[in-house]
């Protein structure tokens, strides 16, 4: 029997990439059951009992497993006790400490991290030029799904791939001349708010400020404008 995996990790850290890729390697023809749509699993505990019982290899996906309902949890139980010897259950969960114990036993747990820039660059065709994706995303963006957008846009829509790379210049070439009286002007050219305000945060009292606009799901244009008019106004003081 196929031991079910529990994979692990941040958002974005390439747990869907990785899922993709084991399948292809295995030759397992892949299934996926969104528990994150569907927690109590209503609607796929059906699929589930079908899946789980075929003769080919499969890998059957539970996408937001954590987020299952203690019952729904309780049914997954019962089914990994009693799957076909072809098929792989794989877990997919942000945090697996919320999948009951009697799940976490059956189960190999693999853990991921956020994915580095060598990482990332392995999937980059050679036609595409890595670089330029590389100076284009941010820290925060590193994941596989944002690659593969870069090149997709990269090799199908050239033309847009150039508007995107040039926009995101300006965007940076901004952060160190922002106005608040300019705030409609940054909306109206697409600029990303909390990239803008990423470049404000060293700015203790800014920092404490957005840390509770987050808690309370505050407006992110709102809070630029308040936070630039605070730096301007510390900056005029401190030339006074």
């Known amino acids: 029997m196929n031991t079910p995996f529990i ?3 941040p958002p974005s850290c390439g747990k869907s990439y990785w899922i993709q890729q084991y399948a292809r390697e295995h030759s397992k023809q892949l299934f996926v059951c969104p528990c994150r749509k569907d927690r109590t699993l209503r609607e796929g505990r059906q699929k589930l009992h079908i899946w789980a019982r075929r003769i080919e290899p499969a890998i059957l996906w539970l996408e937001g497993a954590d987020d ?13 006790e009693t799957h076909a010897l072809d098929v792989q259950f794989i877990l997919e969960c942000r945090d697996a400490g919320r999948l009951q114990e009697p799940i976490r036993s059956r189960c190999t747990i693999k853990k991921m991290s956020s994915p580095k820039w060598m990482d990332l660059k392995k999937i980059i065709p050679e036609e595409v030029k890595s670089e330029e994706i590389r100076s284009y995303l941010y ?9 593969e957008q870069c090149i997709y ?3 199908h829509y050239p033309e847009i791939w150039d508007f995107t790379i040039k926009h995101r210049k300006k965007e940076n070439d901004l952060k160190g001349n922002m106005n608040a009286d300019h705030l409609m002007e940054y909306r109206m050219k697409g600029y990303h708010p909390e990239h803008l305000i990423h470049s404000l945060l060293s700015n ?3 920092l404490k400020d957005y840390g509770k606009c987050m808690e309370i799901g505050g ?6 404008g308040s936070a630039l008019d ?3 106004t510390t900056t005029m003081n401190q030339e006074e």
Do not use: D, H
Not at 68 to 80: C, H
Not at 139 to 146: F, I, K, T
Not at 219 to 224: D, G, M, N
């Open 7 to 9: 994979l692990t990790g």
């Open 68 to 80: 299952l309902t203690p019952e729904a949890q309780a049914f997954l139980r019962r089914i990994l």
């Open 139 to 147: 820290l925060s963006e590193y994941s596989y799904r944002r690659v």
């Open 153 to 155: 846009l990269s090799i």
């Open 204 to 206: 203790e009292k800014v």
């Open 219 to 224: 407006s992110l244009w709102a809070f630029l």
């Open 230 to 232: 605070k730096v301007q």
